[in-house]
């Protein structure tokens, strides 16, 4: 079971350098590389979870309005 899930975590890491390119690159700028990608996917789900559910609010009180006939500008 173990050596499954460690093959399987091989497999989706290969791919992911495969697919990035990062096979090609020396191992300071895969770690570069991949602190970037971190960082980017950090503050994705930040303003997800903290702006997203606000805009959505915003959105369907927009739609609310704006199929009911009242435009609230």
Do not use: C
């Amino acid at each position: 079971m173990l050596t499954k899930i460690r093959r399987y975590l091989a497999l989706k890491n290969y791919h992911y350098e495969i697919t990035t390119a990062l096979y090609m690159l020396e191992p300071w700028e895969k770690a570069l590389f991949n602190s970037i990608v971190v960082v980017v996917l950090g503050f994705l789900i930040y303003t997800t979870v903290f702006y997203l559910p606000e805009q959505l609010k915003y959105f369907a009180a927009s739609v609310t309005d704006y199929t009911s006939g009242i435009y609230n500008n």
